[in-house]
């Protein structure tokens, strides 16, 4: 790739930059190409173009927005100190200023990246840490939805969980499901032998008899207590 | 290609790590291996006295790393049997004198020249740990029928496992009491296997004549004695050079135990 256009992420997506000695024509060939050297990496892409002090027409900016759209590019800002871009950018109903396209974006963006999405019942089922071995002494496990282990979960490992925990093994360490406070939570294994089983509030430990025969339980809170049966 | 390293190690002190390490080395050596024993609890050495070699010890591991001898200079050779040499730790520095690099840079100087370095690891997962289980290409870890023992056994094989390299680990119970685990009074081998779940190298019965020559400084494998430990640390030399040998693993079960020691006339069944 030459250094004739420069790119850069940024919030709005993609900040792309001209070198000002090459004329425009030559300038919009190189950029067609450099996105249809790229595959699918611009699909959808939003783009701010620099384009500095250069004198843009209506149709030329046009016919460029017009290539990158059949590209599934946006264009949603002209960057320019050239009062003729920037009244071409106008007509063309797009931005002049990045801070106008920066105040209208954060707030999408702050929510997307600061709220993790809210627990809908129907999707709980999707979320949740897989640990494909045993967890041995000293390991933790925290997931912010389930936790699955295919494995043994031995004495002194801990698992705390804002949803269900599975052991498909032998549960002898901590566990703890709803630790946000969730009541409906369950603990399953194939042999339920936890040190310590916490369910939101509630805390229990395994009953003490040695010689039981393992099989596999569910664990769960009825009646304000942690109650275990089969898991069938 | 040259020496195989072994890390011995356990999480828990007391298990017998040092006693294990210098009966497979000597057990080793009397299969005509050549063989280096490397004590990495600066500190806290004893592979030298277990070995009985305390005496002639001049300089050592850390003076080497430091660079005040050669390594071959701070070696120490067994007079009583082919080939065999201890590496002994410093005593008056504190482990952070040496760095998992230099032991990396120690073993593979050493490499070419023999068969097989045992490295005895301090008890512990920090430091001491870290030197020992950088070099290694096999981690065998020491346990005790004992929870708390097992327990750190199983901390260890976890620390183990989390690193980025693949290193085999294979697990020596130690001090078993046939009698007690008949009685249920005991955590059987089996139990031990159900938790930790890794390959089992080796079971060693427990026997006073193992703290009898740890204290004379001449290993039980040295002598061939017929005693039923000595003859279990050497059974594990030979499974450590790819030799397939049956575990006694009946032993704990009582039968074969019993019939073993009256063959050999040893006391052991009635302990």
């Known amino acids: 790739m ?32 450099l996105i249809d050297s790229q595959g699918s990496f611009f699909q959808g892409a939003h783009v701010t173009l620099a384009i500095g002090e250069r ?19 946006t264009v949603l800002a002209v960057i320019s100190d050239s009062p003729t871009t920037q009244a071409s950018a106008r007509k063309l109903g797009l931005k002049t200023d990045l801070t106008t396209v920066e105040m209208e974006a954060s ?14 019942p129907e999707e709980r089922g999707t979320e949740g840490v897989l640990v494909r071995r045993t967890l041995r002494n000293g390991r933790t496990i925290h997931s912010e939805g389930h936790v699955v282990v295919m494995g043994d979960v031995n004495a002194g490992a801990v698992i705390t ?50 010689r039981r ?13 942690i109650e275990a049966e089969a898991w069938e | 290609m040259g020496a195989r390293v072994i890390t011995v190690t356990s999480g828990k002190g007391g298990v017998g790590k040092t ?21 990495a609890d600066i500190g806290l050495r004893n592979l030298d006295v277990v070995m009985g070699l305390e005496n002639r010890i001049v300089y050592d591991l850390v003076d080497v790393v430091e660079g005040r001898c050669k390594l071959r200079q701070a070696m120490v050779k067994d007079k009583r049997v082919p080939d065999l040499y201890l590496l002994p730790a410093a005593q008056t520095r504190d482990k952070t004198a040496v760095s998992p690099q230099d032991m990396v840079a120690l073993t593979n100087q050493l490499r070419p020249d023999y068969d097989y370095i045992l490295i005895d690891s301090p008890a512990g997962i920090e430091w001491g740990f870290r030197n020992a289980l950088a070099p290694a290409d096999e981690v065998v870890v020491v346990t005790n029928p004992e929870v708390s023992a097992v327990r750190d056994a199983d901390r260890i094989v976890g620390l183990i496992e989390a690193e980025e390299r693949k290193i085999p680990v294979s697990l020596v119970i130690n001090r078993v009491k046939a009698a ?37 400084g001449s290993p039980l494998t040295l002598n061939n004695q017929t005693v ?33 020691s009256r063959l050999f006339g040893s006391s052991d069944s009635t302990a």
């Open chain 1, 2 to 33: 030459d250094d004739s256009i420069t790119l850069k992420g940024i919030k709005q997506g993609l900040l792309v930059t001209f070198k000002p000695d090459i004329k425009w024509p030559d300038i919009t060939a190189r950029f067609m190409s």
């Open chain 1, 55 to 73: 004198e843009v027409r209506r149709h030329e900016l046009a016919n460029m927005q017009n290539l990158l759209l059949k590209r599934g590019v």
């Open chain 1, 107 to 120: 707030p999408v963006d702050d929510e997307v990246v600061l709220k993790p999405p809210p627990i809908d």
């Open chain 1, 161 to 210: 969980a804002v949803g269900d925990v599975i052991v498909w093994g032998r549960l002898r360490g901590t566990v703890h499901a709803g630790v946000r406070g969730d009541e409906a939570a369950v603990v399953c294994a194939l042999d339920l032998a936890p040190t310590q089983l916490r369910i939101a509030g509630h805390i229990t430990i395994s009953p003490e008899d040695r």
């Open chain 1, 213 to 225: 025969k393992p099989k596999p339980e569910k664990a769960f809170v009825r009646n304000g207590r």
């Open chain 2, 19 to 39: 006693t294990a390490t210098a009966n497979l080395a000597v057990a080793l050596a009397l299969l005509d291996k050549k063989v280096v024993c490397i004590d």
């Open chain 2, 180 to 216: 007690m685990v008949q009685r249920g009074d005991m955590l059987s081998v089996s139990d031990v296997m159900d938790i930790l779940s890794i390959r089992l190298l080796g079971v060693i019965p427990e026997d006073e004549n193992i703290l009898v020559s740890s204290n004379k």
């Open chain 2, 228 to 260: 039923m430990a000595g003859e279990a640390f050497r059974n594990i030399a030979r499974r450590l050079t790819g030799e397939k040998v049956p575990l006694l693993k009946l032993e704990q079960k009582g039968g074969l135990l019993k019939r073993l």
